[in-house]
C-alpha cells in the first residue's frame, strides 16, 4: 500500500514556475516507477511525465518536453516535478501516481495508486 500526498500547486503568470512534489508513505516507495498526470476541467486525465525506480530514465509528453523536469529522492519518499515557462494550457489539477508495471507508463490504467491532486493555475 502506498499512500500518496501532492503539494505546491498554487496560481502563477505565464512564464513562471512551479515545483510540485508528492509525498509517499510506505516503505516500498523506491520500487515504483512514478509518474505524474494532469487533468483540465472537462478534460481526460493526461500523462505528464514518469520516473523509473531509481531515477535513472524518464520519459516525458511531448506537450510539456524540455519545460518540464521529474525527479525524486527515494531517501526522503518524495517524487518532484518542475515546471518551467508555464503557459495558460498548462491549468489543471496535477496528481502523482505509482505504478510496478513499467518506467514507460502512460495510461491511467497502467498506475495503481493515485494523489488527491494539487491545483495549478497559470494567468496569461
Known amino acids: 500500500q502506498v499512500q500518496l500526498v501532492e503539494s505546491g500547486g498554487g496560481l502563477v503568470q505565464a512564464g513562471g514556475s512551479l515545483r510540485l512534489s508528492c509525498a509517499a508513505s510506505g516503505r516500498t516507495f523506491s520500487s515504483y516507477a512514478m509518474g505524474w498526470f494532469r487533468q483540465a476541467p472537462g478534460q481526460e486525465r493526461e500523462f505528464v511525465a514518469v520516473i523509473r525506480w531509481d531515477g535513472g530514465s524518464t520519459y516525458y509528453a511531448d506537450s510539456v518536453k524540455g519545460r518540464v523536469a521529474i525527479s525524486r529522492d527515494n531517501a526522503k519518499n518524495t517524487v518532484y516535478l518542475q515546471m518551467n515557462s508555464l503557459r495558460p494550457e498548462d491549468t489543471a489539477v496535477y496528481y502523482c501516481?505509482?505504478?510496478?508495471?513499467?518506467?514507460?507508463?502512460?495510461?491511467?490504467?497502467?498506475?495503481?495508486?493515485w494523489g488527491q491532486g494539487t491545483q495549478v493555475t497559470v494567468s496569461s
Open positions: 501516481a505509482a505504478t510496478y508495471l513499467s518506467d514507460r507508463a502512460t495510461s491511467t490504467r497502467e498506475y495503481r495508486y
